[in-house]
């Protein structure tokens, strides 16, 4: 009986040990930035020739992805008026930094080069302009698809940042 | 021998007319091009076929039995671009892979040229939207001059076909297939 005891005891304070880290991190992570809505700026690419297919993909397939698993009530286009009247809105800026057109041809014949990448700095900012959080977010297509593919992956990850980083006011996870 | 010159004249003055007027009306009513709507339409599935027609001030895409309109003053620029996108379907594509010594990478080289067609425009909130469409060669330049004659912006130069691509890179200019 001592014996089961003592394996018990072993066994409870190893499960501790092994559990306390990861719950004591949860713990220090950061808050997240309350925001409601948010407004997507089309993206910039004054430095960066980019083709305008590639910007319309882009700015396109940013908002599809931040209304998907962006985690904000309202997520409002460039221009659009309805957002002066949002409460805990904010923006988001995208500069283009990086841009290498591969091609489709190249990795469906090599499979290993003519990667297509993309590199956007993306700024989240309040209405009043003040800077919130800044990332810089790459979109990659490797091995199958089009160009434009990166597109795709490029707001995917940009999303997973607004979501990881925002939360409408009344909630906190 | 002044009724014949004149009659001569009046017949080549009528023919000439008839010449400009039929041009006029082939401008006005330009025949429907196949396009690819890649994205960015407003209640349009990515990747749907069907035809892009300016009449009046609208651009059409009609697919599927339904028409998605654009209103060619709510345009803010159009820009045409050139591509190319596999020449085989997605089937064969798929069937090459089983082929021995990974010899259907060959069908890959095989590559038919596409023309893009990029707009962004405004809904009536004033929000920007973006469409991508490709088309066959040559039908993106003429759907551009007809939205830009009945009132569409344009940033890009007309002499310029296609979208330069960055000076680092060689001009590849497959986007999407």
């Known amino acids: 009986m001592n014996h089961l005891q003592k394996v018990i005891f072993w066994l409870s304070v190893s499960t501790l040990v092994f559990t306390a880290p990861p719950l004591s991190a949860e713990d220090n992570r950061p808050a997240k930035i309350k925001a409601a809505a948010i407004q997507v700026e089309m993206i910039q690419s004054d430095e960066i020739q980019l083709p305008a297919e590639f910007q319309i993909a882009l700015y396109e397939n940013l908002i599809r992805q931040l209304e998907k698993q962006g985690g904000f009530e309202h997520v409002y286009r460039d221009g659009d008026r309805r957002a002066a009247s949002a409460s805990d809105l904010v923006i988001l800026h995208s500069t283009v930094h990086g841009f290498k057109a591969g091609s489709e041809r190249t990795r469906k014949v090599t499979t290993v080069a003519g990667a297509t990448s993309i590199t956007i700095h993306c700024q989240f900012t309040s209405p009043d302009g003040q800077s919130l959080l800044n990332r810089d977010v790459s979109g990659k297509v490797r091995f199958f698809g089009g160009n434009l593919r990166a597109t795709y992956d490029f707001a995917k990850k940009a999303a997973h940042v607004a979501h990881e980083n925002f939360a409408p006011p009344d909630r906190r996870s | ?177």
């Open chain 2, 1 to 177: 021998m002044i009724r014949r010159s004149t009659a001569i004249l009046s017949a080549v003055a009528l023919a000439f007319a008839g010449f400009v007027i039929s041009s006029a009306n082939s401008q006005q009513s330009p025949q429907p091009v196949k396009a690819v709507q890649l994205m960015g339409l407003s209640g349009v599935k990515d990747n749907a076929k069907g035809t892009l027609k300016v009449e009046g001030n609208q651009l059409h895409f009609v697919h599927a039995k339904e028409s998605s309109d654009v209103s060619v003053t709510s345009i803010e620029d159009v820009v045409t671009g050139a591509d190319t996108q596999a020449a085989v379907g997605k089937t064969i594509s798929t069937i090459s892979i089983a082929a021995p010594y990974e010899s259907g990478r060959f069908l890959a080289l095989f590559r038919t040229k596409i023309d893009t067609l990029t707009l962004r425009y405004r809904d009536g909130e004033g929000a920007l939207h973006g469409a991508i469409f490709t088309m066959g060669a040559g039908g993106a330049e003429a759907i551009k001059k007809d939205l830009v004659a009945h009132g569409a912006h344009t940033t890009a130069a007309e002499e310029h076909r296609t979208t330069p691509a960055p000076p680092s890179n060689p001009p590849g200019k497959e986007q999407r297939q």
